[in-house]
């Protein structure tokens, strides 16, 4: 069994830690904002899936285009999508699960099912690979392959509740055979993005305002 290193909410190490990869509490939460009130705003008439499906999908393109600006890129590893640090130094991609962040440190996250791409990315020893200039395209897209399969895997895990997300950046160390991840090399907790008092939740592209019509008497 992995034991896990363990940084707590809000901690100044916490936001150190991410602050050393790129991230920030305030980046994550403004990247994730959009996709939670969609699916917030979702009626009963939708799929069960889709607040699921609007969270991952936005939540992703939102970070793509903030982490873009400083050398992130989207890679594809066996068709998992995942943002990879321009120096190798970590990737990441968006999963659901339970117990995330729970103040019970002995709960630890399980996700929902992942496939062979997480499976072969579990923490354990990792080839270095240089960052990348000036090749070619097609070589450069087997280079960058290459480097995010070498890169740490995290999981950027969210857990939806009726006012938000709970949130951690967790390396995955261990999986059931029917691809739950149970177990984690290292944790960083990430504070509860909160949608109360977001007025976007309530936001109508075709709103111009209040048009009374007022007569006289």
Avoid: C
């Avoid at 939670?36 to 607040?51: E, G, I, V, Y």
């Avoid at 592209?205 to 048009?211: E, L, Q, R, S, V």
Wanted: hydrophobic content about 40%.
């Amino acid at each position: 069994m992995a034991t896990s290193t363990l940084v707590s909410f809000n901690s100044p190490d916490g936001e150190r830690r991410l602050a050393a990869f790129g991230l920030s509490t305030e980046l994550i939460h403004a990247t994730l904002r959009p996709g939670l009130s969609r699916a917030t705003n979702r009626t009963s008439m939708a799929l069960r899936s889709t607040p699921g499906t609007d969270i991952y999908h936005e939540s992703m393109e939102q970070l793509h285009q903030r982490l873009s600006e400083t050398g992130w890129r989207l890679v594809y590893v066996d068709q998992q999508p995942r943002l990879l640090h321009p120096a190798g130094l970590i990737s990441f991609t968006i999963a659901s699960g339970t117990n995330v962040a729970n103040p019970d440190h002995r709960r630890k996250p399980r996700t929902r099912r992942k496939g062979k791409a997480t499976r072969e990315s579990l923490a354990g020893p990792r080839a270095q690979m240089a960052t990348l200039f000036d090749v070619a395209e097609i070589e450069q897209e087997r280079e960058l392959v290459a480097a995010a399969e070498a890169a740490p895997l995290w999981l950027l895990v969210h857990e939806r509740t009726e006012r938000g997300l709970n949130l951690e950046l967790s390396r995955p160390a261990e999986m059931t055979e029917s691809g739950i991840v149970t177990d984690w090399d290292d944790r960083i907790m990430i504070g509860f993005l909160d949608l109360d008092g977001d007025l976007s939740v309530f936001d109508d592209p075709g709103y111009d305002g209040i048009d009374v019509a007022v007569e006289p008497l």
